[in-house]
Structure formats: C-alpha cells, structure tokens
C-alpha cells in the first residue's frame, strides 16, 4: 500500500515586505575594504538599513545574517554585526552558512518568522570578508616533531573548494559547459556584457542608493564597486583558463574574490512577506514605513553536487509553482554569476532571454563575497524592478554541494 502524505492547509492573514535594503561597495580582494573583518562590513550595512528608515533599533525582533567563512572571527558573526550596528542586546540573532546562498537563505528564514508570527521586524542579509578568511594548519593542536608543516588556505577549503569530489568549484563549472554546450566565446560575451551593464548603471546612477560608502582613512571613502575599474574589453579573450589547460573558464568570466556586506529589513504584513529589513505587513503600515516589496514565494533544491551550477533552474520552478505563477509572469531575473556559465546554463533550462537577466550586471563584473552574493541579488531585483515599473521579479543561487534558493518578491515601488 502506497503512503500519501497529507498537508493541512491554514490561509496565512501574514504577509512579509522588504522595506529597507543597503549594501557595502564590493571590494577587491585584498584591497582598500580588507581593513574591515566581516562582521564589520555587516555591521555597516545593518546599520545603514535601519537609519534609511529611521527605524528604532529597539523594535528589531530577530536578525538573521549568512557568513561562510567564519573561522577566526568569532562567536556567533551575525551577532557581532547586530550590535555594532546599535541593535540591543536583548535581540536574538543567528548566522547562516548555505554557502554563497547564505544571504538569501537568511532572507528567507526571517520572512518565516515573520509569517508564522513569531517576529514582526527583523533584519536579514550576509557579507564576507574574503580577504581576511586564515590559513589553517591541519593537526597542530597534536604537535609537530619534525618535517615541513603544510598550510590549508581557508578560503578554498571552506569556501571553494567541492568537499564531495575534493575539486574546484570551478571545475564543476567545467563539466556544465562541457555537458550543456556553451562554448568560450559565449562565456566571454556574457562576462563583457555583465562588466558593461555594470559600468552602464553606476554612471547612471542606478546603484547609487544601494549603496552605503565606506570610509577607508580620513582623505579616502570607497562609494562605488571596485573591481568594474579593472575591466579591458580587449584582454577577455586572451586569458588563459583557469581550472583546466583545454578549458572555458578564464579569470574573466569567472566571478571575483572579493570582500562586502549586504542588508535587508522585513516588516510583517496583514493579509500575506542585502542587509535588508523585513516586517509584518501591517506592521510597516502602523510605523508609516513605506514597503518596497513583497516577499511572494520561495523555494530551496538540490542535485549532485559536481551539478551545482544548473541547481537554480530546479528552484526557480518550485518558487513558481509554490506562488501559482508561470515563468512568462516573472518580469526580471537575477541569477547568480557564480562564473558566465553558471548563468548561461540556467538561461539555458528555463529559456530566458539575456535582456531579462542581469540588467545591471552580476557578480563576474561585481564581485562575490560568498556570504553576502544571496542578499545582493534580491537588492539588485528591487532597484531592476522599480526602474521598469515591473511587477514580480526572481532571484536564484547555485551554492555548493549542489544546491540552490530562489525567491519571487513583488515590486511595490
């Protein structure tokens, strides 16, 4: 006899609203915002979403942060960004490793709470300091007798490195382009595309309320993304790969190693929800705070982990189905640049067109800092989706092992 499992079904009066979103600039790897630990960076965007709303700290019920790489930070890394950033002690807070779909991840737990009642303001996003991630020295804690002592760079064992088939991500990304048939030159073109859609929007001025400066000394602030100012068209297609000698994926159209924060705040809603603040619906309205967009579905797969790039697509569907949306309902896309052709693979499955995806680039112009990319993506929707005037829009995010989040939130801007 064949089991069935059965669901009951309660109609939630909760809804969950982003209503305050600021990012850090992304920086270089070891460059000028190395000087900040991680949680410093979160704590910089935390507080930068709190003040774009005058938000009293004091009415924060949760803060959910992603961070990948934690070792050498300290307890608890959301933590230490909640109360730099000026949030009480007295407010829960928990940090989230999902690889690079922390930052997402977080989102989505915070908009959970808030449906379920649980919170009705809570703060969620990620960041990552890549720069700063330690050298680990495996074994030492027995002692050391004689011989040479290897070093394990954290970044790679925690960060980039597949820990089932103990390779490169980037060769996971190899076996995609090899199985879905996307050639060098097709990388290529995406990363310069991704790299002038970037450029494109800072000098409009599209990223300008993203972003939160960061002051480096007295005579020098950061307020613009780094690694955009690196770019020469002209040097794409000779770079050598990276990850395989008769391989496609090249410096360029790989995404960055980079360090940023990113925060978002949720307010609960009546009636259904990079650092980004969240709250209840209703709640936003009681504090006249004006939602900039409703969080609508959201859904988490996974497959084999060498697959990772092509997770999204898997995702996304579950995200459409759990809204009861089809694909031709969502207006924009924002998928993560893991490298060009992690994006092209998913456009790929889901049959969408380039001018749908990425407007204002990705994270192969951008930059990835690991544990914040998740929370970017969605912040990036929002400021697509208000620019055209468009109603619902998707974020997704391969992270590795094989798996993948996505969401839809609705424009209300």
Same mark, same amino acid.
């Given at each position: ?38 949680? @410093? ?19 924060? $019920? ?95 064992? $925690? ?19 090899? $199985? ?15 790299? @002038? ?11 300008? @309320? ?69 709250? @209840? ?133």
């Amino acid at each position: 006899m064949k089991a069935v499992r059965s669901f009951s079904v309660v109609r939630n009066t909760r809804s969950a609203v982003i209503v305050a979103a600021k990012r850090t600039p992304v920086g270089l790897f070891m460059g000028k915002m190395s000087k900040y630990k991680a949680p @410093e960076l979160g704590s910089i965007a935390v507080r930068a979403a709190i003040e774009s709303i005058r938000l009293d700290p004091a009415k924060i $019920d949760e803060v959910v942060l992603g961070n990948v790489c934690q070792a050498g930070i300290g307890q608890n890394p959301a933590r230490q960004a909640s109360l730099a950033a000026g949030i009480p002690v007295t407010v829960p807070c928990t940090t989230i490793n999902k690889v690079c779909a922390s930052g997402l991840k977080s989102l989505v737990y915070a908009a959970q709470s808030i449906l379920l009642g649980h919170s009705n303001i809570a703060v969620a996003g990620g960041f990552e300091s890549m720069s700063n991630i330690p050298f680990y020295v495996p074994n030492y804690r027995k002692g050391h007798t004689f011989g040479n002592v290897q070093l394990l760079d954290g970044l790679a064992v $925690d960060g980039l490195t597949d820990a089932y088939n103990n390779c490169a991500m980037g060769l996971c990304g190899e076996k995609t382009a090899t $199985d879905l048939k996307i050639d060098r030159s097709v990388q290529d073109d995406f990363a310069i595309a991704s790299y @002038e859609r970037l450029i494109a929007a800072t000098k409009a001025g599209y990223l300008a @309320e993203d972003i939160v400066p960061i002051k480096i000394n007295d005579k020098e602030t950061v307020s613009e993304d780094e690694e955009q100012k690196k770019f020469v068209r002209e040097k794409m297609p000779s770079l050598k790969p990276v990850f395989s000698k008769t391989g496609t994926i090249t410096a360029g159209n790989a995404s960055k190693i980079n360090d940023g924060g990113c925060a978002l705040s949720k307010i609960t809603s009546a009636s259904r929800i990079t650092m980004k603040v969240v709250m @209840e619906e209703q709640t936003a309205k009681n504090l006249h705070v004006r939602p900039l967009a409703r969080i609508v579905s959201y859904a988490d797969a996974e497959v084999e982990p060498l697959d990772f790039c092509i997770a999204p697509a898997k995702a996304a569907q579950f995200s459409l189905d759990r809204a009861g949306l089809k694909l031709k309902d969502i207006a924009f896309h924002e998928i993560n640049e893991a490298f060009a052709v992690t994006v092209l693979a998913n456009m790929k499955l889901l049959d969408l067109s380039h001018d749908q995806v990425n407007v204002h680039g990705g994270a192969v112009a951008l930059g990835h800092p690991i544990g914040m990319s998740g929370a970017r993506i969605v912040q990036s929707l929002m400021t697509v989706l208000k620019r055209h005037k468009s109603k619902y829009g998707m974020a997704s995010i391969c992270n590795g092992g094989g798996g993948s989040s996505a969401i839809i939130i609705e424009n209300l801007q």
